[in-house]
C-alpha cells in the first residue's frame, strides 16, 4: 500500500478464534482514554479509508491508529474488548452482539454501498449452473457476517435449507486458501478476494447478492468514546472526511479503479469490471426507521434459522447524535 503505515510491521493476533492485523493498537483497552482515535479498516482496496483519503488528498486533522480485520465480527469482537473507538461491518455481526450480553458500541450511521461485490463464486470447471446445484455441495462462507446471511436467503429463494448444503465456517484467508486448492465446491464471499480470484484463477460468479442484502453497512463507535468529547468531535471529523472521499471516488471512477486494482494486486480491467456492475455508488446515510427495520429483518431471519440463541430488538444499538454531520453536503 502506498500508505503512511507502509512498510510498518504488522502482526496477526490470535485468540479466542478472533484474528486481526494491528498497527500498535492490538489488546489497548479503555476505550476513550488512549491519546488517538482507533479506527478499523476491513480488507483492502476500497474498504480501506486510508487509500481513500490519501488518493483524495485528505488527511485527518487529529491522531488517528489504524488496525486492520478480515471481517466485521472481528470488528465487533474488538469493540467489546476496547480495543477500538470507530469502525464499520455490516449489518449482520451486531445482531449476534445484540444477542449476547455485552455491546459496547452504537451504531452511528450507515455506509450505504455495492452488494454486487458479494457474492458466491465457483471454481474453474465447476458444473454448478444455478442455485439449486448448491444443494449437497460444500459451501465456503464467514460466520456472523453478510456472507452468511446472502447464502440463507439464496438456499431459500430455490427451496433449500442450511441444512441442504455442507456449510463450512472460515475466515476470508482461509476460504481463499481452501477455494484455491479445490477443498469447495463454491464459496460465499465479498470483497477484493472475488476479483483476485477471477483474474488468477479461473473462477466463475454464480450469483450476486442483489435482491438478498439491503446494501447497508454499519458504521459503529465505540460508547466510551461517544461519552469523549474530544473523541466525539473527532468521530465527527472522520466522517466528514469519508463522506468527501465517497465523493472523490464517484467522481474520479478511473483514477480510483487504477489505485485499487494496485492496492488489490490485479489487472485495472477487473476493477473496472467491478465497477461498471455496482448496483450503487458508496455514499453515507443517516440513522432512520428504515434502517432500523431493515437490520431488524436480519435478526429475524437469523433466529428462524436457529442460528441466534434468542430474538432480539436491534433498536437500542442505534444512535443518530451524528445524522446533522452525516447528512452535510460533501
Known amino acids: ?24 493498537l492490538a489488546g489497548c483497552a479503555g476505550g476513550a482514554k488512549s491519546g488517538s482515535l482507533r479506527v478499523s479498516i476491513t480488507g483492502k482496496g476500497e474498504g480501506d479509508t486510508r ?53 459496547s458500541f452504537r451504531q452511528i450511521g450507515i455506509r450505504f454501498g455495492d452488494v454486487n461485490n458479494q457474492v458466491v463464486l465457483l471454481p474453474k470447471g465447476s458444473p454448478i449452473q444455478d442455485l439449486a446445484g448448491l444443494k449437497g455441495k460444500r459451501v465456503g462462507y464467514v460466520r456472523a457476517t453478510t456472507a452468511q446471511y446472502f447464502l440463507i436467503q439464496m438456499l431459500a429463494s430455490v427451496g433449500l435449507k442450511w441444512s441442504d448444503i455442507e456449510p463450512v465456517a472460515m475466515t476470508v484467508s482461509d476460504g481463499a486458501a481452501a477455494f484455491s486448492r479445490g477443498s469447495l465446491d463454491a464459496w460465499a464471499i465479498y470483497g477484493f478476494p472475488i476479483q483476485r480470484a477471477l483474474a488468477t484463477e479461473g473462477a466463475r460468479i454464480l450469483k450476486t447478492a442483489q435482491g438478498f442484502l439491503s446494501g447497508n453497512y454499519i458504521v459503529c463507535a465505540h460508547r466510551d468514546a461517544l ?90 444499538l442505534w444512535d443518530d447524535r451524528f445524522n446533522p454531520e452525516i447528512t452535510k453536503e460533501a
Open 227 to 316: 461519552a469523549d468529547r474530544e473523541k466525539s468531535e473527532w468521530i465527527k471529523g472522520y466522517l466528514r472526511l469519508t463522506r468527501q472521499g465517497y465523493a472523490w471516488a464517484r467522481a474520479n471512477e478511473g483514477r480510483w479503479a487504477e489505485i485499487v486494482a494496485a492496492d488489490i494486486g490485479v489487472p485495472v480491467a477487473y476493477v473496472r469490471d467491478q465497477f461498471q456492475r455496482k448496483s450503487a455508488w458508496t455514499e453515507q446515510r443517516p440513522v432512520t426507521e428504515a434502517a432500523i427495520k431493515s437490520q431488524q429483518t436480519v435478526a429475524d431471519v437469523f433466529f428462524d434459522a436457529g442460528l441466534l440463541p434468542r430474538r432480539v430488538d436491534v433498536r437500542p
Open 51 to 103: 487509500l481513500l483519503f490519501e488518493a483524495a488528498g485528505l488527511k485527518p486533522d487529529f491522531p488517528v491508529t489504524y488496525s486492520e480485520f478480515q471481517s466485521g465480527h472481528l470488528v465487533v469482537e474488538a469493540f467489546n474488548a476496547g480495543s477500538l473507538d470507530f469502525g464499520g461491518t455490516s449489518e449482520i455481526p451486531p445482531v449476534f452482539a445484540a444477542a449476547s450480553t455485552i455491546q
Open 1 to 24: 500500500m502506498s500508505l503512511p503505515e507502509k512498510g510498518l510491521a504488522r502482526r496477526a493476533v490470535l485468540a479466542g478464534g478472533a484474528a486481526f492485523v494491528g498497527l500498535g
